[in-house]
């Protein structure tokens, strides 16, 4: 198992930049696909981001795509999500998801231990 913890929300101007960082327990975060999910009040979690085990293939939702970046430290048992070019609609609160398996899943129920979410604020 792996516990997570994600940290770094807060409130930011439109066309601005955050960074989320998730931490990991444990001494096979290294073999866990990885992922940032979303979501606002009243709609379903969907996918943000993903990152494969090793870190060789990356998957991103087409409404944040060239302006996410998931990135993922096994040496520091931590996977980032570095959000450049804010929008309103990007305002949700993100968690920080991890699943085995040989590719990263897309969808929620595939995942397994999530973390406390973080809240993102993105003001007009």
């Known amino acids: 198992q792996v516990q997570l913890v994600e940290s770094g929300g807060g409130l930011v101007q439109a066309g601005g930049s955050l960074r989320l960082s998730c931490a990991a327990s444990g001494r096979t975060f290294g073999f866990y696909n990885m992922a940032w999910f979303r979501q606002t009040p009243g709609k379903e979690r969907d996918i943000a981001a993903a990152?494969?085990?090793?870190?060789?293939?990356?998957y991103y939702a087409d409404s944040v795509k060239g302006r996410f970046t998931i990135s993922r430290d096994s040496a520091k048992n931590t996977v980032y999500l570095q959000m450049n070019s804010l929008k309103p609609e990007d305002t949700a609160v993100y968690y920080c998801?991890?699943?085995?398996?040989?590719?990263?899943?897309?969808?929620?129920?595939?995942?397994?231990?999530w973390g406390q979410g973080t809240q993102v604020t993105v003001s007009s």
């Open positions: 998801a991890a699943a085995r398996g040989a590719a990263a899943p897309t969808k929620a129920y595939e995942y397994h231990s």
């Open positions: 990152i494969s085990w090793d870190g060789g293939n990356t």
